[in-house]
């Protein structure tokens, strides 16, 4: 799964909190933790190669297939993604 905040400002830059990937556990759920308030697309992908989560061109590929949540402060979330296979 990768999470990436809506506004394109926020996806770049060291230490990024905004920008994150997620493995499912054995549930097959996925869980991410202190994501900054913000509104965010999420989408779970089959496959990437190293690093490519973090190249603006793919976020912006993936976006228009994401599913799109907002994170106020403080707030927890639940979400459903399908599977997007590469």
């Not at 996806?11 to 097959?28: E, I, M, Q």
Request: aromatic share 6%.
């Amino acid at each position: 799964m990768i999470i990436f905040p809506e506004a394109r400002e926020r996806r770049s830059g060291p230490h990024n909190r905004c920008v994150t990937t997620v493995r499912p556990g054995a549930d097959g759920r996925f869980e991410a933790h202190a994501l900054p308030p913000a509104t965010y697309f999420a989408i779970a992908v089959s496959h990437l190669q190293d690093g490519e989560w973090a190249e603006r061109e793919q976020l912006e590929r993936l976006a228009s297939r994401a599913a799109r949540f907002t994170l106020a402060d403080g707030e927890s979330k639940t979400i459903a993604v399908r599977l997007r296979v590469r």
